[in-house]
């Protein structure tokens, strides 16, 4: 299957401070890319949805201005946590798919996040 | 709005034997796709099958097969031989096949834990 890589994989950060996490699409023009946080033994939450050259759609509850997304290219998103607090500790996945209907999404590995 | 539900938290089986996972889910769509996933410690999601609802013939991929009713919107796992490596957090996941707003997102179940007993 298609391949969808995420950076980093594990990054610790100071309350406070940015994260960028990026998403790509290997082999595939992703024209859309969702962004899921899953916490410890339970199911994955979408947080936004993101089509390529358009604003992200954010799900209730989801802070647009906290989780900035950026998916300026077919094969890039990037989820920047702003300000962040140890509440935003999580794990945070990616998913990509082209346009055909009858295609599936693909998964990136993930990234953990810890927020100290 | 669509659901999908997975009842069961956990389940355990003995290596080489057989275990089905439950999932059912809500929607008036007649068309659409369903999925099993397995995302193991790693924690990369890995699609085990698919299942197009307009087909009537049960999804099968080598060890998994699917058992799906459409009538009774029910669609479960069945892990044949089961393998020490098939331990992994087991999902369900529904897919409109109709674009709208959905952007052809993925309907998540609450996952199932399935341990295997050596």
């Known amino acids: 299957g298609a391949v969808v890589s995420q950076h980093p994989s594990r990054v610790i950060c100071k309350s406070g401070t940015s994260v960028k996490i990026e998403c790509r699409s290997l082999?595939?023009?992703?024209?859309?890319m969702f962004w899921y946080r899953q916490f410890p033994k339970q199911s994955l939450m979408l947080m936004a949805t993101?089509?390529?050259?358009?604003?992200?759609?954010?799900e209730q509850g989801v802070e647009k201005d906290k989780f900035l997304i950026n998916h300026a290219s077919l094969t890039l998103s990037t989820l920047t946590v702003t300000s962040a607090h140890p509440e935003d500790s999580s794990f945070y996945i990616c998913?990509?798919?082209?346009?055909?209907?009858?295609?599936?999404?693909?998964f990136g590995p993930g990234t953990r996040l810890t927020v100290l | 709005a669509q659901t999908v539900t997975q009842s069961q938290p956990e389940m355990s089986v003995q290596e080489a034997e057989t275990v089905t996972l439950s999932c059912t889910y809500d929607?008036?769509?007649?068309?659409?796709?369903l999925f099993w996933y397995k995302q193991p410690p790693s924690r990369q999601m890995i699609l085990v099958i698919r299942?197009?609802?307009?087909k009537q013939q049960n999804a099968t991929e080598n060890r998994f097969s699917v058992n799906f009713q459409k009538a009774a919107k029910s669609f479960s796992l069945k892990i044949s031989d089961s393998q020490l490596g098939d331990a992994a957090m087991y999902f369900c996941?529904?897919?409109?096949?109709?674009?709208?707003?959905?952007?052809?997102?993925?309907?998540w179940g609450a996952g199932t834990k399935l341990i295997i007993k050596p």
């Open positions: 929607t008036s769509e007649s068309d659409y796709y």
């Open positions: 993101s089509n390529e050259g358009s604003k992200a759609t954010y």
């Open positions: 082999d595939f023009q992703a024209t859309t």
């Open positions: 996941a529904y897919r409109s096949l109709f674009l709208g707003e959905s952007n052809y997102q993925l309907i």
């Open positions: 998913s990509a798919r082209d346009g055909d209907p009858y295609n599936e999404q693909f």
């Open positions: 299942q197009e609802a307009y």
